[in-house]
């Protein structure tokens, strides 16, 4: 528990009122108020109802985009589908197919193969799109920094709408930002600096779904069928990792709520191989299985066996191809562990560096991302994992960033010495010349600005709660505010000087540890922490052997802790009780942390 910075939010606010105002615990109101839940938004918050979205024409181009695929349909021109790899392209693909074909549109799609193409739209795309007669590029989830591709596909007379929600490209010139747009004919994306949308950061399949959504309100085609896709862009707002505030809530709620009813073969056949059919699917479900499943395709084969899976009816069929991306995502797993084995070694034999640029020549490149994340969540450094690129004498980078440093940013401090590159604050990608990969590392290093005390994460507490505050109601109440992510992180709650009165190991790997627990105002409570090797040297460190036995008999002694917990109900034969969670602790004679 080394290395780690407690501190407690301290916003303020009439806790009280707003409690009496929403019908909520004062709790619950200061977790919405930490969250920079501004009080307007509190009912949309609290009940995240689809009637509650904004209106799509609010988006910038949305009109124009409409106009165009309206054109298309009514002349009987082709459109065709561009979408990224990963989960939000999928989806965003899927969305835009069946939206189009319901409307009669002669639509198809491809999908960029991740090795051999690269993230987004090229110009090998384009050309056989020319060949092909299509006369509409549609892009979802990518487009926004492919000026000079789309400029290609302008040339050659095509029509280009663009969907995408990522930073849109700038350089500097006098201090200030000169933004880049590619030459299409209608770019909807809420993170330009033009758009007035009321909430910009929608993932790739949120802004489909609104193109979607202006589209069928014209066309007047009934709501039920708009909101059927809800699901999908659900899965995608959380794969994404975008915050889970606002438009997106609504997303997810409503989303995750429909999943458990799906109608989609595909999905259904998704839940079905994961062993998820008997149980309520969540965001973490999303986030761990089914999410990793689908990107599998995209990672190690082709992302289309994805769509396809999303696109089938036949059920049996279904099952087929959810098993087999099911095994894909097997070998990856597997693949990772061993590539984040390697960066491991790689870090215990290089010079210390503040931001992490690991090479691993024989790494699959689609896994750099997931192993850079691997290791910047066990280190809290920025990562970026480089692996050979296709062409002879090139690399391959994926990166994944702390809040303390903007990677995208960093890339582009290096413009120079990369071949392309491309992201945002926490992720990026590059390719660059393999001579040029020391000078890459230094310069990073020497130029990213970040001190020791960046590198010890930063523990956000909520409320320092005594735990006889903690009811089954007020627990039902924060439960009611999840799912947790970006931008509504699950609520930490602390408690310090409480005395340990037992400890049991429990387990069939003999890894958990339940404690009975009392705090300082004589309230006993039960406590479940999930590292028993972890605490029991700690303890013994700490406390010394001698007070760890009397720990383990029930005996008196003087353990006594600072915790953050998290409440649940635990529920066995049919008996409810509330357990807290210990998530970290600290020995209470530190008192700077609480």
Same mark, same amino acid.
């Given at each position: ?18 409690? &009496? ?38 988006? &910038? ?60 739209? #090229? ?9 092909? !007669? ?8 990518? !487009? ?51 758009? #007035? ?8 399949? *949120?802004?489909?779904?609104? =193109? ?34 606002? &438009? ?7 989303? =995750? ?8 073969? *595909?999905?259904?056949? =998704? @839940? ?87 090479? =691993? ?37 994926? *990166? ?21 590159? !491309? *992201? ?17 590392? #230094? ?17 956000? @507490? ?48 003999? #890894? ?83």
């Amino acid at each position: 528990m080394a290395g780690q910075n407690w501190v407690i939010r301290t916003k303020r606010a009439d806790f009280d009122a707003l409690s &009496e105002k929403f019908h909520i615990d004062p709790v619950v109101a200061r977790i919405l108020v930490n969250r920079d839940i501004e009080e307007d938004k509190f009912e949309q918050f609290l009940k995240p109802d689809v009637t509650t979205m904004y209106d799509p024409f609010l988006m &910038e181009d949305m009109g124009q985009a409409v106009r165009i695929i309206i054109h298309d349909m009514e002349e009987g021109h082709k459109i065709r589908i561009v979408s990224d790899y990963d989960v939000d392209g999928i989806m965003s693909n899927v969305i835009l197919y069946k939206a189009l074909k319901r409307l009669g549109l002669d639509v198809d799609y491809v999908v960029p193969h991740r090795v051999k193409d690269g993230y987004g739209i #090229n110009e090998e795309i384009v050309l056989t799109a020319a060949e092909d !007669g299509v006369h509409t590029l549609l892009t979802c989830d990518n !487009g926004i920094a492919a000026t000079e591709v789309l400029a290609k596909a302008k040339e050659l007379g095509m029509t280009v709408i663009v969907t995408d929600h990522h930073q849109v490209p700038f350089y500097m010139l006098d201090g200030q930002k000169q933004y880049v747009l590619p030459p299409a004919d209608a770019i909807l994306n809420p993170k330009k600096a033009t758009c #007035n949308y009321p909430f910009d950061d929608l993932c790739g399949a *949120g802004v489909a779904y609104k =193109l979607v959504e202006a589209l069928y309100s014209k066309r007047e085609i009934p709501k039920e069928e708009l909101y059927a896709m809800l699901e999908m862009v659900a899965i995608a707002t959380i794969c994404d990792v975008v915050s889970l505030v606002d &438009e997106n809530r609504v997303f997810v709620v409503n989303g =995750l709520d429909q999943l458990n009813h799906t109608r989609n073969s *595909g999905l259904r056949a =998704l @839940i079905s191989v994961n062993e998820l059919s008997d149980i309520k699917v969540t965001s973490y479900h999303v986030g761990f299985k089914l999410g990793p499943c689908l990107n599998a395709s995209g990672r190690l084969e082709s992302a289309q066996n994805s769509i396809k899976l999303l696109l089938e009816e036949n059920t049996e069929q279904a099952i087929i191809q959810a098993t087999n991306i099911k095994n894909i995502n097997e070998e990856r797993k597997k693949l990772t562990m061993e590539g984040v084995e390697l960066a491991e070694t790689y870090l215990q034999e290089m010079p210390e560096m503040r931001v992490y640029v690991i090479y =691993l020549p024989d790494c699959h490149e689609s896994l750099a991302g997931i192993i850079a994340g691997r290791i910047k969540e066990q280190y809290h450094h920025p990562v970026m994992v480089v692996v050979d690129g296709e062409q002879p004498g090139t690399l391959k980078g994926s *990166g994944r960033s702390i809040e303390q440093y903007h990677m995208f940013e960093a890339l582009q401090s290096c413009d120079e010495l990369l071949l392309k590159y !491309g *992201g945002h604050a926490m992720a990026a990608g590059f390719t660059l010349e393999k001579d040029n990969l020391e000078e890459f590392t #230094n310069r990073l290093n020497e130029t990213c600005g970040l001190e020791e005390s960046d590198f010890s994460p930063k523990v956000c @507490i909520d409320v320092a709660m005594p735990i006889s505050y903690v009811t089954e109601d007020l627990i039902h109440q924060i439960e009611s505010l999840a799912p947790f992510g970006k931008g509504n992180e699950k609520p930490v709650f602390a408690r310090k000087d409480v005395n340990l009165l037992s400890a049991k190991i429990m387990g069939k790997e003999r #890894n958990v540890v339940k404690v009975t627990m009392e705090d300082a105002d004589g309230n006993v409570g039960e406590g479940i922490y999930f590292d028993a090797n972890d605490f029991t040297n700690n303890m013994v460190e700490w406390f010394g052997q001698e007070e760890y036995d009397k720990l383990l008999h029930g005996w008196l002694n003087n353990i006594i802790l600072n915790i953050v917990y998290y409440p649940t109900i635990n529920e066995y034969n049919g008996n409810k009780t509330i357990q807290f969670q210990i998530n970290r602790y600290a020995m209470a004679t530190v008192r700077e942390v609480l």
